[in-house]
């Protein structure tokens, strides 16, 4: 009931209607910004995934999930006549139809599981390790970062990376958030509309403090542009380790 009152919620069901579900071909490369084809791919999530567990927060339609459970890059160099090692992808989403949707996509990929919850109860529930977690403008930046950043050590294992890409607090002259505490941001949908939502919009010493008292060292922050946008940098990349 709650997922549905959500602007996610409403965000999926435009983005549903704007497109039928289909097969779709895994996409070749891992996005993390604003811009396709700008910025690193899979590979900061680690030098090799191969037979390693991968954790999605807020996968929406599961184009990333997808390529990093099927993409040969994403799997390391497999020996010529060696069965390549699948990296096994689970990835969360709020939303129930955003699940569908990825299922729709790709659910015909082994190795990939959607499952529809919030990240923090998926987090509480689980007892499953990773190799790595990330986001993509998903669950990190959309949930209280001194609840989740904890949530999501406790399920990494020690020296792995959690890598996420939020909207960067300076993007179209903002001014950089002075506290802990959220701020409101919209959800654009494909009609104009704009929904209210709660943004934790940190700069990079921000995020560096709370990712080190939850037991992480920040290990690279990147900005990246896009020139449809404006100036100013539209995605802030964080990448750290657990320790
Ligand atoms: C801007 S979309 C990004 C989707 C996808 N990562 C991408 O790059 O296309 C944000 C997604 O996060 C999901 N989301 C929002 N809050 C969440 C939460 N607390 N737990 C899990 N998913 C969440 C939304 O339903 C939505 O699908």
């Given at each position: 009931m709650l997922a549905q009152a959500s602007p996610w919620h409403a965000h999926a069901l435009q983005r549903t209607a704007a497109g039928i579900a289909e097969p779709l071909s895994v996409p070749a490369r891992m996005e993390w910004t604003t811009?396709?084809?700008?910025g690193p791919g899979a590979e900061i999530l680690g030098p090799d995934l191969r037979g390693k567990r991968v954790l999605e927060l807020g996968c929406g339609a599961g184009h990333n999930a997808a390529h990093l459970a099927t993409f040969p890059q994403a799997l390391g160099s497999a020996q010529a006549g060696e069965t390549p090692i699948g990296t096994h992808v689970t990835g969360v989403d709020l939303i129930g139809l955003q699940v569908r949707r990825a299922r729709s996509h790709y659910g015909r990929l082994n190795n990939l599981t959607f499952v529809a919850g919030h990240a923090l109860q998926f987090l509480r529930a689980s007892d499953e390790q990773f190799d790595a977690i990330y986001s993509v403008f998903g669950a990190v930046g959309l949930v209280a970062p001194e609840l989740l950043l904890p949530a999501i050590a406790r399920h990494l294992t020690p020296g792995r990376v959690l890598a996420f890409s939020v909207p960067?607090?300076?993007?179209?002259?903002r001014a950089p958030s002075g506290g802990d505490g959220p701020r409101r941001d919209f959800v654009s949908l494909p009609d104009g509309t704009r929904l209210p939502i709660a943004r934790w919009e940190f700069t990079t010493d921000r995020w560096e403090r709370h990712l080190g008292r939850a037991g992480f060292r920040l290990t690279s922050a990147q900005e990246f542009h896009d020139s449809r946008l404006g100036h100013w940098p539209t995605t802030l990349l964080i990448r750290a380790r657990r320790i």
């Open positions: 811009r396709p084809g700008q960067h607090p300076q993007r179209g002259g």
